[in-house]
């Protein structure tokens, strides 16, 4: 079975750009989790989709953050615009059942706003 | 959540056991141990995970005290690809307990 499918892998942008990150979870998976990695905050939830419905989005950043997840086999997370701070690998993982399966992660996204 | 102490970092020779601990001393009764680690430039990878009885799978084993204030992730034949930080997560089940918690982990180095 494939894993989580992420894409871009790597993404440079200027900022000010928008920016979109788009994540395929697991195959049957009902729950979808996009979290962010940087050096000082190590890796943090930004938000968390049950059955393609926002549970909990007290994670992201500020309002230039959004997320979608349009149906059951693909998700987005939406930066615009884009600032360097928001420079970091920004992970989806998906789980069968969110608050009691385990978690699968993707690859990554690496975004780098200059 | 309960909060989890792992040591910064650990060595291992190749081939030889890897035993890394994991102190949750205010663990609730529902909590589970679970163990992820992350190598270099990739995602979070699952390990294994835990109640209060030992488990093993094909990756490694968890030994929970029977107390459940600690625990040690096993990888009985470190390899190099086994180079990763290691994190322990303590976690409880259903209702809102969606959230993996991430501390700093273990960053095992694995030798020749």
């Known amino acids: 079975d494939a894993g989580v499918i992420q894409s871009p892998r790597h993404e440079v942008t200027e900022m000010g750009q928008e920016v979109t990150l788009r994540c395929k979870p697991i195959?049957?998976?009902?729950?979808l989790f996009w979290y962010r990695q940087t050096m000082m905050r190590g890796l943090e939830l930004l938000i968390y989709f049950n059955n393609n419905v926002p549970i909990d989005d007290s994670g992201m950043p500020e309002d230039r953050f959004s997320a979608k997840m349009p149906n059951a086999s693909f998700s987005t997370l939406k930066i615009q615009p884009s600032e360097p701070r928001d420079s970091a690998v920004y992970f989806c993982?998906?789980?069968?059942?969110?608050?009691?399966?385990?978690?699968?992660f993707g690859p990554g996204t690496r975004l780098l706003v200059l | 959540d309960a909060k989890t102490t792992q040591p910064t970092s650990m060595d291992c020779a190749e081939g030889r056991a890897a035993n890394l601990p994991c102190n949750h001393s205010t663990i609730s009764g529902n909590e589970y141990v679970y163990w992820y680690r992350q190598i270099h430039s990739q995602g979070p990878q699952y390990i294994i995970h835990?109640?209060?009885n030992n488990e093993t799978n094909e990756m490694a084993s968890l030994i929970i005290t029977e107390d459940r204030k600690s625990s040690t992730l096993i990888l009985p034949h470190a390899t190099l690809r086994d180079t990763a930080v290691y994190y322990c997560i303590v976690r409880g089940r259903g209702g809102s307990n969606y959230k993996l918690t991430f501390g700093k982990g273990t960053l095992l180095t694995v030798n020749p």
């Open positions: 993982a998906s789980s069968l059942r969110g608050t009691v399966e385990t978690q699968y």
């Open positions: 835990g109640l209060k």
């Open positions: 195959s049957g998976h009902n729950s």
